[in-house]
Structures are given as C-alpha cells and as structure tokens.
C-alpha cells in the first residue's frame, strides 16, 4: 500500500555492486520496486548527504531463549540505575549485556539491523526461545537449534548414517520451528555431563566412541544432503584457550573437498563463528598471543568457509554459551558466579559474568584479535561483525566495532592507551594494520555477506528492485566523512530511518512503529524414516522426560511466520 | 461417546508431569476421569465439576454478603481502580498461562503496578541465591538417565510432589542409570523423619535452623580442613563419611525446598548448598534444583525476565522503569509497609498464604480476585472475578521446576460465558486505555 | 558552606521517593529550584515543594552545600543518594536507601535508618544515631561488588545481612547485630561493640570482623588461632583470632592462603 521514495541518497549495495552512488530507492507494497514502479503520492524521503544500505543482519547473538533469560534475571545489577524508558512506541527498556527483549528489538532497529539470529536454541525448550522471539519488537529474527552433543545424531554418525542423521535433522527443525544445524563444541557438552570435555578434534566422546571430526564432518553431509539454506554454523572445540588456534585450524580444514548444495545461492559448507575466541596462540595467560594472520590466511584461502569475528568491546558483559565446560573453567578463573544447565539428551548452557578491563594484556590482546581478524579478510562477503553478543561485548557497541574498523586513528588511540600497551603491540599485528574498512565494504560485512550465508540472498542484504523493503539510512555522507572518529560511532548509533518490510519503524533514532516482525525458519520434507520414527518414539519412552506429543512448537508461537520449503526428498 | 484426551499437562505441581489421560464426555463438558495423575493433580481436574462453582462475578456489599454482577461490570470496576491507584500490587501468577502474563504485564506498566508471583513466600530465597552466587543445574532428564547421588535436603516430594520420585528422582531407569533406584546412593537431610527420609538409604537429622552450619560443615569437609565435634546435631564422624560417599558417585544432584527458603538465613541457606554443589564439580558432575511449587510460577519468573529483566517483585510503580529489591518491591514488604494503594490478585490465594499482618492490610485497601475458586483471599476483596480453569478448560505455556516450557491443553469446556485469564486482562487492558485516554 | 533547610509540612501518602534530596543535585539551586525538583510516590510524578518548606540556598557545588531535614523523614527514601560531598542532616529517623551508593560527603540521621542504606558505599561519612534495619552497607542484588569504602558508624543496633559482599570501608556499631555479618565478604572491616546473635562471617574469602561482646553461635568453617592484642577505635583489648572461611576459596600471597578473619574480645 505505502510508496515511498527515497531520494539522493549514496547508496551502498553488493550485490548491485554500488559503491556509493546517489541513487534513488522506491518502496511499494514492502519491496523494493523500481522507481518507475511508484504513482506520485509516494511519500518522499530525502537522503540527502546520508548513506542508503539495506537492514543489516546479525548472523549470531544469544539474545532468546532459558540461557539468555537466566542471565538476565540472575543479573539484577545489570539493570541497575539503566532501566527506563525512550521517547516513542516503546515499553520499558532495560539491561546493560543482557537486554530485555523490548529492549533488543528497539535498540537493533535503532542501529539499523532488521534481523538477527538466536545463536543457539535447545530444541527442548525451543518453546521458549519463540516465546521470546514472538516478544522481540521490529527485527525478524530466527534460531539455529544445536545439534553438536545430541544422542540422536552421535549415534547415527559413529555409523555413519547419513540419511538418517538427514531425517533426525528434518524432523527436529519441524518440531522446534529452527533454521540450520548449529554446532557447539561438538562431543564435548556430552562429555561435560559428566565432568570431562573435548579439547581436540580427535578426542572421543565418553560411551559414545565418536570424535568431534567425525561428527562435524557428519553434519557437513547431512547438511549438503538435506539441502538447507545455511551451512552448518560452527563453534569448534577449545574455544578460549591459549594456543587453540591449532584445533581452530583442525577444524576448518576438515571442510576441504566438500561442496554447497542447495537452492538459495549458499556457497560456503561452513560458518565458524566468533573466529577471535578461537584464534589464540602461546601456552599460557603470559604468552599469551594472536595468531589472526594465521588463520585467516587460511580462511582467505578457501572459498567454502564464512567467518564472523566476535569483536571483544573491553565492557563489562556476560558470557553464556552451550560450551558448559569452557563457562565452568571460567567460572574457576574469575571466581565470579556461574550457572549451568545441562540438558538431557542435547546440549548443555553456562552463563559466567566477566569484564574485559583494558588494563588486563589478555583483554586488551583479545580486542586486537578481533579487529585483525576483520582487516585481514580478503572477501567482505564471508567475513562478519559480531560480537557474539553479549560473550565478548553487547551488540549496542557495533558502532563503536564499526568506527575501530573504518578509523585507524581511533583504534591506534585505543591501542597506545593500555596499561600493558607494549606488550599488547608485541603480542598482536594490530598496530602494523594500516586497512580501514570502507562503507561498502562494511555493507557487505553486515548486509549482504550475511544474507547470502543464511541462504536469504533473494530477497535480503540487498537494495535490487524485488529485494524486500528492509533499509537503513544512516547519517553518514562519502563525500564528507567526519575527521573525529566519534562522529562515524555517532552515526551509526542511530539510523536516520529504518524501513522494515517498507513501514517506517525508526525515525531518527525514535522508534515510531513496532512493524510486524517474523519467524523465520526451515520447514525441510524427507522420505518417511521408519528407523528414525522408532528410534524418537523409544527415546521419548525411555530417556526424555516429556511425552513425545509434548515435544513440537505449535504454530501460534510464531504467529507471523516466514517459512523456507526445501524439498529433499529426492 | 466419551473420549480420552493423552498427554495432558497436570496444572498442579512444579513437577508438571505431561503424561495424563483425561476421559471426557462426548459433549466435551464434564471430565469422567483422570489416569497417572496423583491424588492432588486428579483433583484439580475434578474441580471443574465441583457443585457451586462459580461461573459469574460477585460484588462485596455493605453488608458482607456477594452479589452477581456482570463481567463488564467487574471490569470497569477494576479498570477504574487500577487507574486511580498510585500503586497497585499485583499479585499471583503462578496458575495461569504465561500469554495471560503477558498481558498482565502491560496493564501494570501503564497503571503504575508491582508485579509479584508466588516465589515471594516461596522460592523467592533461591532466586536470591542464584542472583549472588549462580547454580550448576540441569533438567530432570539428566537426573533419570545419570545420578547415582541424590540428595533431598529440607524438601518432602513424598507429599508435596508425588510422582516426582518415580518419573526422575529415585526409581527410573534412564540410559547410564538401567539399576535404577538400586543404583543410586539415596540421602535425606531434613529436620524431621518424613516420608521421603523412608525411601532414602540414609537420613541425616539437622537441628532445626542450623543448615546454614550444617552446609558450611559439608563444605570445610570436602576440602579437608578440620570441623568441631558436632554440627547442627550431626557428629563430624558423618559428615567426613557423607561427603567421601557423594565424591564416589559419577553424577551427585540436591533437590531443594522449604526446608532452606524458610528457615534462618533464607537465601543464604540455599546460597551456600549452591557453594557446595560448585565446589563438588571438583571432583565429580554435581547439580542443584529447586522444587518449584506452582506449576507455573517459574513461567511467571520467565516471562517477567524476558519483559524485565527480574524474576519476581517487579516494581514498575514509575511506568517509566522496571526496579527490583526484595525486601523492598516483595508483597508482603509492600502490605505491611503499607505502600501500596490497591491490590489485584490472579491465580493464587494470598488471603491463605501471606503472613496475617499483610492480610489484614490488604483487606484495608480495594481488592480484586481473580480465581476460578472462592477462596480466602475472594473473601476478603471487593470483587472476585471467576475465570476458566488454566490447563483445563483453556491452554497455554507452563515452565516446570527445571525451566522445561511444556504446552498445558484444553480438556473440557469451561461453563458457559465464562472468560478466559486471557480474555478478562484483554478486556481490562482496553478498558484501562479508555479510562486513561480521557483523561 | 550554604545550607538549605527542607521541613516536612505534608506527610507522603505511601512513602515519597527522594533521590533529588542530595548535594550534588541542589548545587547552584535557590529554594524555589530546588522545591521544583521532581520527587514520586508509585505514577503520581509530584515535586520535593509539595512535601516540604525550602528555605536557604544551596552552595555552587555539592561540597560547599549542607541540607537539613526537619520533622518527621521515616516515610522519606533515598535521601542522600549518590551524594559525592556536601553534608546532610536528618533529624529523624529515615526509610530505605538512605545514603545509598554514597561516594563522598557527610550524612548524619538523629534517629533510626530502614533498611538497605549505605548500599554500595564508596567513601565518605555515614553517621546513624538510631538503630539500622537490614542490609546496611550490603551490595545490591546479585552485585559481588559492596561496600568499597567510607565508614558508617551506628550508635544503635543492626539487622541482619550487614555488610554483605563487602569489599573496602569499615562499619562500627555501637550495639548489637543480628545474624548475616559479612557473608561472602572480600575485604573491609566491622566492629560490634555489642553481640552478635549468629553467622559471622559465612562464606567470608577475606576481610575483618571485630566483635566487643558475644557472638550466639561460631560458625564450623573458622578454626581458632591465637590470642592478639588489639587497639580497635580508640579501646585497647585482647582478642582471639579466628581465620576462615575454612569451607570457602581464599586468594594467596606468597604461596601462602589469605583468610578472613574475627576477633572475639575474651
């Protein structure tokens, strides 16, 4: 119904290959059209001196579901003197690390993001996970159940079975409305059930006589075999340890020879993510160093993998994450109160609070890791921002990520005021970087990199005329870039309008209309599997304690749903 | 022709068994009867058919007695009450579904209202724990398929949640567990024989009020150091032995309940049982778990987190944020203080379990009930509001005592022109804009 | 200094919320300023000259203003909150919060204190003629950060759960203590003058805690040392020292555990 034209604005798109231009863009009817397309009533936005991207897309952040939620509420001092509310059609806003969802929504909009991505969903409690997403305002958002420790599928890879493993997939994204096959430091939350972990990639699962290489090759399979539009998405084994760069590599490599299969211009087999926790090279808390250019120097060579960075803020955040053993060996460092929750059958969660103090040489290390992972890139099409929000920063500092990263200045200034400075400079490469990322590259890192990673590059990540209206303007001109870098952080914190499905949400920084926000997920048709038909009605019988019946998510969780079809039944 | 409804979830007990079969009669209208629920689960169920129920709402009068009035009535009443007052309680939570919270929560943020559940004089102490010192837990499941050391301190499942010993606790038979209870190592620790202590191997009796030392004692145990003769009414001898035992075992678990959230210290009781867990995880897989009372009170604590960030005695009086203080924001805190204006009760009975001092001050002030039964607290409010039964006569999403979010169903009709929690707020929450938009 | 002097000349309906009766926030203010201020009770936004007298005017900064209270305060909470300089005095008892989060300055309350002042005190005076309710000198929920600094003197008796997660400051009450005395504290110092009913120093990694009188019950996890002198605010004694949290993790110097530790005046 609404026409919009957006007028005069430098627009910045891969996948039109625009670097910049002034070029108009039309809404109709919540696409993009071209401009031909509006009748004269559409309503004129003028971008006059700002920069025209579409709505960025957070491909990983733990922002719904029992972990994120029980960091929220065990962390009262989290919203501390930080509860309140903004100007606009808002509910009460809240938490430093760990936003409320009201919260979440507004302030993803607010930076111009359309989309994100529950980074890691128990299938048990998917119910919850939606119930939150369906509370989450403005952004689409989607969940990537996690199948890494699941007994399902270490018993079908140790024998190889593929096309079951492909049936179990199937049937659990149906029944938790889920997007892709994430997987967390495989084999080792199973081994965290009983107090013991997997370090490497080749060390077996307890009982179940599997290694982390077999089971993340597995998943490579079944996820080529089924099709699906993201990749599997990847934490290794070891993450955070001095040194794990090596089993970073081991587990990188072990996605040579495999190509895409799928329908939705998907090129990469795998996603590793938050790349700075797993690129640490020394032995020890002193010797502590990056080995960045290592591992991109892998990755920039391969062109089946896709990264996103997991940039550390030096804030004081929460860390949460399905990798139970790495949150209780943190926990014992910071002495600082740790949950866990292990979950039967599947997975595992821990939440530790921890602060990333620029005066700690770890920290302030970890910081530069992150940035050099992203000025290393070669392709801004498969290497991402993130934070792994909140792990190693919340996701309201991408503004301050994004002005590291355009401005050498400001994080040269950030760099020569630590406390420990030479030896952060003699521990990393950061300082010899002089690569400031550009606007459209950036656009690619945010936008359209991502989209094609998740599979959505049809109609997502992009301003091409049928692309779906989600745009952001932001108060950034290419012809006058600001000389204080405070000024790039600026703009980028708030947009100067957001689009969302063509409906103006934000308006200066003010959010003006919720929008109609969408679950995303993967509805994915196999052959019937009479194996893997009994092998779910035994183990609800025997193991899990809920019925089988009780298990599914029905469809009024995700009351405005956008489903992804993939037939692989052939 | 009657029909059997299978795999409904019991709205009873934090325990939330979801294997019930419901026999129901043809014309979906009365529940005939209720298979693998205990004795209280059943009950709930037979309620629906109880003789007097009450289907309409009721209005006290000068003269003591209740008169019907109509639910437009009701709400326009409460409507104006909650727009009135500077700052209203509302209270309960814990027996609906988590979409009526939701809504719930809204109308609170635009009157200036408190919004607290049951864990206030319940498991509100643990919350407090785990805010300081965190919790290595796990679902239930991994209690069925992996413990071989469980402990029950200050809790009494036997009669408080009945089937929880057979469905994860003591008898299954889970995947690394196939001797089921003739695997595992069984203790009770409460400060009087019960009936759970029957179905433990050992049952260690604790002076009444001395956890707190007894758990400190445990602790100093486990990491070697010397203790005095006796703790708590427990011999040294039998602590050192205790703590060798548990370290033997693979997967150690405690469940938890009053016994710790009431006694002397409250919080800090279950905060150092926390300790010790995480100090086990030293030496074997140890975890911890709270047995939850309502069957939806942690759903509340759930849904105010995501909205807010706190689990219970949420204050948002200033309508412009959300502040957190037990002690402080906590119901009876706000009663007996007398620093609230107005009270709005759902899915609960404080007339029964608040402290009398805080149900006198209630009382004082305009109430409004919402409770499918007559109860203590209906009968001292100005109006109770009857609703349909949650997880009986309409559906929606519970969280057991583990955080597991399992669907409650509809199994029978609720009697005619009866409104659903969801409904009734729905209505509340226009009628509140109205009243406040013309203002 | 300049003073200003706030009477009570309403009583609040519920309790009034006073956040914007500090120093910091009346510097540079006439009365007329001040008595526009915001204060709260529930949704009801009302203002401090709606409640209160003004008179006087605040000094140009927080240090150079001193503010009086007079008449009955016990409904009033957050008086003093945040304050970083300056002086406040009540001549009453007050409600919750009081001194809350103090960093600096003075404040004095002839009369009785409710609970949770002196939250997360970080310097300054603190001085409370009456009795003190709960979680005096405590940290805020879930915070493992509390007291950092400051003292708070008490002529009167404490609550419970005082002082908890204590990191830095002292605390001297000159009467007794309940029970909950520097639970999982890290550093600082408390001094009883009177008895304490039980659990000193549970879960306690590092800091002091000096008790004149008798403490109900000890806990198991501290082992008795050795006998001390000691001068403890201006009184000379012998103590028995007592290390511990013996059930708890302590840091290490020198390869050696640091524990915490009470003094028990024999």
Request: proline share 4%.
């Amino acid at each position: 119904m609404a026409e919009y034209l957006i007028k005069n604005g430098h627009v910045f798109d891969p996948v039109q290959h625009i670097k910049g231009d002034k070029k108009d863009i039309a809404i109709k009817d919540g696409k993009i059209v071209e401009t031909s397309a509006l009748s004269p009533a559409a309503k004129q936005i003028d971008a006059k001196g700002k920069s025209v991207m579409a709505g960025a897309m957070e491909i990983h952040a733990h922002v719904a579901g029992p972990k994120v939620n029980l960091g929220r509420w065990y962390r009262p001092e989290d919203k501390l003197f930080d509860s309140h509310k903004t100007p606009g059609m808002t509910r009460i806003e809240g938490g430093k690390s760990i936003p409320t969802v009201f919260k979440t929504g507004y302030e993803y909009a607010r930076m111009g993001y359309t989309f994100a991505m529950e980074a890691a969903m128990p299938p048990l409690y998917a119910r919850h996970v939606h119930e939150e997403i369906h509370d989450t305002p403005i952004i689409d958002e989607a969940a990537l159940p996690v199948f890494g420790n699941n007994w399902f599928m270490l018993e079908y890879l140790k024998n190889h079975e593929i096309e079951n493993n492909a049936a179990y997939v199937a049937w659990t994204l149906n029944q938790t409305k889920g997007y892709g096959i994430k997987i967390v430091n495989p084999g080792g939350t199973e081994a965290w059930a009983w107090g013991l972990n997997c370090l490497s990639v080749n060390d077996p699962v307890p009982y179940f006589d599997i290694t982390p290489a077999e089971i993340i090759t597995g998943l490579i399979e079944t996820n080529e075999y089924l099709g699906l539009p993201h990749s599997i998405h990847i934490h290794g084994n070891n993450l955070g340890n001095p040194g794990c760069y090596q089993t970073t590599l081991d587990t990188l490599k072990l996605a040579e020879g495999f190509k895409a299969k799928n329908n939705f211009g998907r090129k990469q087999v795998m996603h590793q993510t938050h790349l700075q926790f797993h690129a640490y090279g020394g032995d020890n808390w002193g010797n502590f160093e990056s080995k960045a250019k290592e591992v991109m120097d892998y990755v920039n060579k391969q062109d089946n993998l896709t990264i996103d960075t997991g940039n550390v803020t030096l804030d004081e955040t929460t860390t949460m994450t399905a990798d139970g053993p790495f949150e209780h060996h943190l926990g014992g460092l910071n002495h600082l109160k740790w949950a866990n929750v292990d979950v039967e059958l599947e997975t595992a969660a821990g939440v530790v609070p921890y602060i990333y103090s620029p005066d700690i040489k770890v920290c302030a290390i970890q910081w530069a890791i992150g940035l050099e992972l992203a000025l290393y890139a070669k392709d801004p099409m498969r290497c991402f921002i993130t934070t792994d929000h909140p792990n190693a920063g919340p996701f309201t500092r991408y503004p301050r990520v994004i002005k590291w990263l355009m401005s050498k200045k400001a994080r040269d200034e950030r760099l020569n005021t630590f406390k420990h400075t030479d030896k952060v400079i003699a521990a990393t490469t950061l300082a010899e970087i002089d690569r400031e990322i550009t606007l459209y590259e950036l656009a690619a890192m945010t936008r359209a990199g991502p989209a094609t990673s998740l599979g959505l590059s049809k109609d997502y990540g992009g301003l091409k005329p049928g692309m779906n209206a989600d745009i952001a303007i932001y108060n950034i001109n290419p012809d006058k870039m600001p000389s204080d870098p405070e000024e790039i952080e600026k703009a980028f914190s708030g947009v100067a309008c957001l689009f969302k499905d063509g409906k103006i949400c934000v308006k200066d920084g003010i959010v003006v209309d919720n929008g109609n926000k969408r679950t995303f997920w993967v509805d994915v048709k196999v052959k019937p599997n009479k194996q893997v038909a009994h092998d779910v009605k035994e183990k609800f019988l025997k193991y899990y304690s809920v019925n089988e019946a009780n298990y599914s998510v029905p469809d009024s969780y995700a009351p405005h749903p956008y489903v992804i079809a993939v037939d692989a039944t052939q | 022709m009657p029909k059997v409804v299978t795999d409904v979830t019991c709205p009873f007990c934090g325990t939330l068994c979801d294997d019930l079969e419901v026999t129901v009669s043809d014309d979906n209208k009365k529940i005939l009867s209720v298979r693998n629920a205990c004795a209280i689960g059943a009950e709930k169920f037979n309620h629906t058919s109880l003789p007097g129920r009450v289907t309409r709402p009721r209005m006290r009068q000068p003269d003591g007695t209740f008169k019907e009035i109509s639910y437009d009535e009701a709400i326009d009443w409460t409507a104006n009450m909650l727009v009135k007052s500077k700052k209203t309680l509302m209270y309960g939570w814990a027996s609906t579904s988590c979409q009526a919270m939701s809504v719930g929560h809204e109308i609170a943020e635009k009157v200036g209202g408190v919004v607290d559940n049951c864990a206030t004089v319940c498991h509100g102490s643990s919350l407090i724990a785990i805010q300081d010192v965190g919790i290595p837990s796990c679902t239930l499941g991994e209690v069925k398929n992996r413990a071989d050391r469980v402990v029950f301190w200050g809790c009494n499942p036997a009669h408080a949640h009945p089937r929880h010993m057979s469905r994860y606790s003591i008898f299954p038979r889970g995947f690394f567990t196939v001797k089921g209870h003739k695997g595992r190592k069984i203790y009770c620790v409460d400060c009087r024989y019960t009936d759970t202590a029957r179905c433990a191997d050992e049952f260690i009796q604790v002076q009444q009020g001395h956890d707190y030392e007894l758990l400190n004692a445990f602790r100093t145990a486990a990491r070697g150091e010397a203790l005095p003769d006796v703790i708590g009414g427990v011999p040294k001898e039998k602590i050192y032995q205790v703590v060798e035992e548990l370290k033997g075992g693979r997967f150690g678990v405690i469940f938890f309940g009053m016994g710790l959230t009431h006694t002397l210290g409250r919080n800090h009781n279950i905060d150092i049982a926390i300790s010790f867990t995480r100090d086990m995880n030293d030496w074997m897989k140890f975890s911890i778990i709270a047995m939850r009372g309502h069957w939806n009170v942690t759903g509340s604590g759930q849904v105010l987190s995501w909205q807010y960030g706190f689990p219970y005695a949420v204050d948002l009086s200033r309508r412009t944020k959300a502040r957190y203080q037990t002690g402080e924001t906590t119901s009876v805190d706000l009663l007996v203080r007398n620093e609230v204006e107005a009270c709005f009760n759902i899915a609960t009975d404080p007339g029964a379990h608040f402290p009398i001092d805080a149900v006198v001050s209630m009382s004082k002030k305009p109430t409004v009930t919402v409770d499918p039964h007559i109860n203590m607290s209906t009968e001292i409010s100005d109006i109770h509001i009857p609703v349909a039964m949650v997880g009986v006569e309409t559906g929606g999403c519970a969280y057991r005592m583990d955080n597991v979010p399992i669907e409650t169903r509809k199994v029978v009709d609720a009697p005619d022109g009866m409104l659903t929690d969801v409904e009734l707020l729905t209505k509340i929450n226009a009628r509140v804009d109205q009243l406040m938009g013309a203002q | 200094m300049k003073t200003v002097t706030l009477t009570v000349k309403q009583a609040p309906e519920l309790y009034l919320e006073c956040e914007n009766i500090t120093p910091d926030t009346f510097a540079g203010k006439k009365a007329d300023e001040i008595a526009q201020l915001p204060a709260y009770q529930g949704k009801e936004d009302t203002t401090l000259g709606e409640y209160f007298t003004i008179a006087g005017e605040a000094g140009a900064t927080a240090a150079e203003t001193q503010i009086i209270l007079k008449g009955d305060c016990s409904k009033m909470k957050y008086i003093g909150i945040k304050m970083t300089a300056g002086e406040v005095i009540v001549n009453s008892s007050t409600d919750m919060y009081t001194g809350g989060w103090m960093k600096g300055g003075k404040l004095v309350v002839k009369g009785d204190v409710h609970s949770f002042c002196g939250l997360g005190m970080e310097g300054g005076e603190f001085l409370i003629e009456g009795n003190a309710g709960n979680y005096l000198g405590a940290s805020y929920r879930g915070d493992w950060r509390g007291m950092q600094g400051g003292i708070i003197r008490v002529k009167g008796n404490v609550g419970s759960d005082v002082c908890t997660f204590m990191n830095g400051g002292e605390l001297i009450v000159e009467g007794n203590a309940d029970v909950h005395i520097a639970t999982h504290a890290e550093g600082g110092r408390i001094v009883i003058k009177g008895d304490v009913n039980r659990r000193v120093g549970g879960q306690m990694v590092k800091g002091e805690v000096i008790v004149f009188g008798k403490i109900g019950l000890m806990m198991p996890g501290f082992k008795y040392i050795k006998d001390v002198d000691l001068e403890v605010d201006g009184t000379k004694a012998r103590f028995a020292e007592h290390i511990g949290d013996l059930g708890e993790r302590h840091p290490t110097r020198k390869g050696e555990p640091v524990y915490g530790k009470i003094f028990l005046k024999k």
